[in-house]
């Protein structure tokens, strides 16, 4: 019988991660920060998004693409939702029977399986893909996702996408998600200055959300679901599996405290998941103003999940 580790812990604030575990899936969401104060907020998002995945999977049979169209659907109409005035969250979803494992993953929350024939990364670089080009090109990114086995809705399309985006953000970009980081390198810290600039970067940011060419969340457009990564595997190859939002992810992908993903499942299997939640919160304290690794907040919420299938 697989066997489940969880671990979270909030950012400076209450969390907008949430993660639920059912008897043969796993939901793992981050709900967006909003800069501005509202009741339906990223984790208020987050939280009925999986209360109604949880309704639905296992779902066995079902795509889970069609699964998270049609919960988005359901919060759409029942909180008279708008595309692009709404809250958000990535998902992060797993799910297993006697037979196969499946995974998808929409926006940087990334599911890692660890086969029989090696470590199969699920991630969508999209976003990540308009912030830099070093995060796009960091090990365990995307390329490597679709090459094992990860696919999206239209795997063509979604290969221009990651291109695409970075192209036609590049001169947004340059003054603001560039400007906020290099603010702090330079020791701005997190101060008032750096709330304004991340707000600028966030609003330009924001026009490329769920349209062609950006990149793709769960928020008021149930099609967006459909643009998820999604891959599979026979359960009988399947170790074992993370599931990460991006505030432990950032521990391979940001801050090189663990090598590679295998490094970090080492970790968490000799001194458990909540080790890794220490160890990348003990490098945000040493770098209180962000001067070594600028980063939208100095802690963001953490939520990793181990399931041992075998």
Excluded at 50 to 62: I, K, S, T, V, Y
Aim: charged residues 25%.
């Amino acid at each position: 019988m697989p066997t489940v580790e969880v671990a979270e812990r909030a950012g400076t604030v209450r969390s907008e991660d949430r993660v639920v575990v059912l008897p043969q899936a796993i939901v793992l969401l981050d709900g967006a920060t909003m800069l501005t104060p509202r009741e339906q907020n990223g984790g208020w998002y987050a939280e009925r998004l999986a209360n109604e995945l949880a309704r639905r999977l296992p779902g066995r049979g079902d795509d889970l693409r069609a699964i998270l169209a049609e919960a988005i659907s359901t919060l759409v109409s029942r909180h008279d939702l708008t595309p692009g005035d709404s809250p958000s969250s990535t998902v992060a979803l797993l799910r297993w029977d006697d037979e196969i494992v499946e995974a998808l993953v929409l926006a940087d929350s990334p599911v890692v399986a660890f086969t029989d024939s090696g470590v199969r990364p699920v991630t969508d670089d999209r976003l990540a893909g308009l912030r830099s080009s070093r995060r796009s090109s960091a090990p365990d990114s995307g390329d490597q996702a679709g090459r094992g086995g990860a696919t999206s809705a239209d795997p063509p399309r979604a290969a221009t996408v990651g291109a695409a985006a970075s192209g036609a953000a590049s001169s947004e970009e340059s003054s603001t998600s560039r400007g906020f980081r290099e603010r702090l390198r330079t020791g701005g810290g997190f101060d008032g200055g750096h709330r304004e600039a991340l707000g600028a970067a966030m609003s330009r940011t924001a026009r490329l959300r769920n349209v062609p060419g950006g990149f793709w969340v769960a928020e008021a457009l149930p099609a967006a679901a459909w643009e998820a990564v999604v891959s599979s595997w026979p359960r009988s190859e399947v170790r074992e599996v993370l599931l990460a939002s991006d505030g432990v992810s950032c521990g391979v992908d940001d801050y090189g405290l663990f090598a590679d993903w295998n490094a970090l499942a080492d970790r968490a299997r000799t001194a458990g998941v909540q080790a890794v939640l220490d160890d990348v919160r003990a490098a945000e304290e040493s770098d209180p103003d962000g001067r070594r690794w600028p980063r939208a907040k100095r802690h963001d919420d953490q939520s990793l999940v181990r399931v041992v299938l075998g």
